[in-house]
């Protein structure tokens, strides 16, 4: 397995290491609930070295961008990053992105680890063949993956303890990033994050990352009570679930249409090819569903009677015995609501909210009721 440039940190302190698309990485320190509620009350550190980082360089690598990314890249300016789906032929999910702008004909996209080598193979491909005569285009792609580290502070007192270290940093929008210099280290700090709380992802050289940690947490992680505390993926998996962000593998997949994902905003349907940017790989076959009224099924949040878990795959009913019309994506316990919730497809006439169904575990139904999505949102 591949281990990360924070490997050794994790051992030191104590973490539970598992197998996550090939990689050595820590589920917990000490459990899921207590790091949870450590992010939505005061701040988390989060290893996401494993996520790809693929630099694209050169005269048409906005154009490249493009033709693979679900949402214009074009109107981006320098400094920005966007949310963004890479779609197949047929109009499923290959990946969703996070896409950085560094400068006219350099961008930086991150993936997820699990789809790396898939979404390095399609980005090729689509270089190889998106000139205007099918020729290639002018465009290198770097895989900084395992020369980079990446780390994510996330919580409610994270920017306060950030202001300690950069002023700059606190007052940059959402989707905004800067490139800092740290003692012999270039960082890209952006306010971005999985967790539904304010915070900065932070990416930088492998080589740079145990002095820049020691110097961006001395202050923040000492004392009994420490500020900012690690925090594995179990608990980076249950605060998206609270902020109904979707998951690769669950929510969102090759063969999930991704008008049905809940993130139309990130899904630009007037990319036809004009100033504002080119048609991407799998918009004919988004507009044809899209014509002929949407999708199938939609997203939706549950919140479930008592505290058992919806577990993925399990069906959704309208009633015990009736036959199945959506299928869980995903559940927990939430640790903020103290109310077991799910992610759920269902048809089309049954996503309101208020709408009453069943969960099928196969040894009997949980009583489900449709919410709005997301389940839970960061006090301003």
Sequence with gaps: MLRTPLYQYHLD???????????EMPMLY?????????????GGLFDVSHMGRLRITGRHARRLLERVCSRRVSDMQPGQCRYSLICNERGGV????????????EFLLVVNAANRQKILAHVESARATGGADGGALTATIDDQTQGTAMVALQGPRVMDLVSR?????PTLK??????????????IVSRTGYTGEDGVEVILPAGAVSLALSLLLKDFSGGSDPVIKPCGLGARDTLRLEA?????????????????????FAINLDKDGDERGEAFIGLPALRSIQQQGGPARRLVGLVIDGKRTARQGMPVRRSAGSPEFGVITSGCLS??????????????????????????????????????LPFYKAPK
């Design 13 to 23: 302190h104590h973490a539970k290491m598992v197998d996550f698309a090939g990689w």
């Design 30 to 42: 000490t459990s899921i609930h207590e790091e949870h509620r450590q992010v939505r009350t005061s």
């Design 94 to 105: 290959r990946d969703d992105v996070i896409v950085y702008r560094m400068d006219d004909d």
């Design 165 to 169: 270290v950069s002023k700059e940093i």
């Design 174 to 187: 959402r989707y905004r990033f800067s490139v800092k210099n740290l003692v012999f280290a270039k960082l």
């Design 244 to 264: 109904g962000m979707p998951l690769y593998g669950h929510e969102l997949g090759e063969e999930i249409n991704a008008l049905s994902c809940g993130v139309d």
């Design 335 to 372: 640790p903020t609501l103290d109310k077991s919730i799910a992610m759920a497809f269902v048809d089309r006439g049954m996503t309101d909210p208020g709408t009453a169904l069943v969960v099928d575990t196969g040894r009997g139904e949980l009583p489900a009721t449709v919410v709005a």
